[in-house]
C-alpha cells in the first residue's frame, strides 16, 4: 500500500520553541492517526482525526487533517523536554492494519 | 488495567536457528497485530488478527515467517531459519472489537528485540 510521507526527519529545538511535523499522501485517506515514541519506548496513540478539514487539540498540540484528507499537521506549542520523541503519521490499511510515516524525531535542549 | 505484554523482551540467536516471539494482549480486545520496526524506520506491518484467525497476513516477508493465535488470545510470532536481516524490534499491538470506544486505536507492547548473529 502507499507508504505516508513524513517531514522533517529530525527537528532540534530550544525549549520554548514551536514545532511542527507534516504527513503526506498520494492519495486520499479515510483516516489518519499520530503515535509517540520516547526514545527506546513503543509507539502510543495520539489521536486520529476522520473528517475533511479536522482540527483536534490536546492541551499543546493541535492535529489538523486536510480538505482534501491527503495530508496532515501536528504542531506543538512552547515545547518542553518532556515533548523528545519520535512522532508518527499513520493510516490505516483497510481499517485494519497501520501503515506508518518514518517519523519526525524531535530534541529539544533546554 | 494490564496493557500488552511480550515476552522475551530481548532475544540473541544465531543465524539459522529457530524463535518464538510471544505477544499477551489487553484482554478483551480481539485484533491482534505484529508489526516489526528497524533502527530510524517506522514500525512495518507484519500480520493482523481478527480472533484466531489471520485476516491479512499480507506484511509477512516470506516463509520463514509464522503467527499464530490458537485461542484468541495469546498470538506467537515464529520466525524460522533466521537471517541478520531479521535484527529488529518486533512489536505487537492489540486494540478492541468494532464498535466500542477505541476500537481504531492500537495499544503497542514493549517489543521484543530481536538480534540475530
Known amino acids: 500500500g502507499q507508504q505516508v510521507m513524513q517531514i522533517p526527519q529530525y527537528q532540534h529545538v530550544q525549549e520554548g520553541e514551536d514545532f511542527t511535523t507534516y504527513c503526506n499522501s498520494s492519495?486520499?485517506?479515510?483516516?489518519i492517526q499520530w503515535y509517540k515514541q520516547r526514545p527506546g519506548g513503543h509507539p502510543v496513540f495520539l489521536i486520529q482525526?476522520?473528517?475533511?478539514?479536522e482540527v483536534k487539540k490536546q492541551k499543546r498540540l493541535t492535529f489538523q487533517f486536510g480538505e482534501a484528507k491527503k495530508n496532515s499537521s501536528l504542531h506543538i506549542t512552547a515545547t518542553q523536554t518532556t515533548d523528545v520523541g519520535t512522532y508518527f503519521c499513520?493510516?490505516?490499511?483497510?481499517?485494519?492494519?497501520?501503515?506508518f510515516g518514518k517519523g519526525t524525531t524531535l530534541s529539544v535542549s533546554s | 488495567g494490564a496493557g500488552v505484554s511480550q515476552t522475551p523482551s530481548n532475544k540473541v540467536t544465531e543465524k539459522g536457528k529457530y524463535v518464538e516471539l510471544r505477544c499477551d494482549p489487553i484482554?478483551?480486545?480481539?485484533?491482534l497485530y505484529w508489526y516489526r520496526q528497524s533502527l530510524g524506520q517506522g514500525p512495518e506491518f507484519l500480520i493482523y488478527?481478527?480472533?484466531?484467525?489471520?485476516?491479512?497476513d499480507s506484511g509477512l516477508p516470506n516463509d520463514r515467517f509464522f503467527a499464530v493465535r490458537p485461542e484468541g488470545s495469546v498470538s506467537t510470532l515464529k520466525i524460522q531459519r533466521t537471517e541478520r536481516g531479521d535484527s529488529a524490534v518486533y512489536l505487537c499491538?492489540?486494540?478492541?472489537?468494532?464498535?466500542?470506544?477505541?476500537?481504531?486505536?492500537?495499544?503497542f507492547g514493549p517489543g521484543t528485540r530481536l538480534t540475530v548473529l
Open positions: 499491538a492489540s486494540s478492541p472489537k468494532t464498535g466500542t470506544p477505541s476500537y481504531n486505536e492500537q495499544f
Open positions: 492519495t486520499t485517506l479515510s483516516n
Open positions: 482525526l476522520v473528517k475533511s478539514g
Open positions: 499513520a493510516r490505516n490499511q483497510a481499517g485494519t492494519a497501520l501503515i
Open positions: 484482554s478483551g480486545h480481539t485484533a
Open positions: 488478527f481478527q480472533g484466531t484467525g489471520a485476516a491479512d
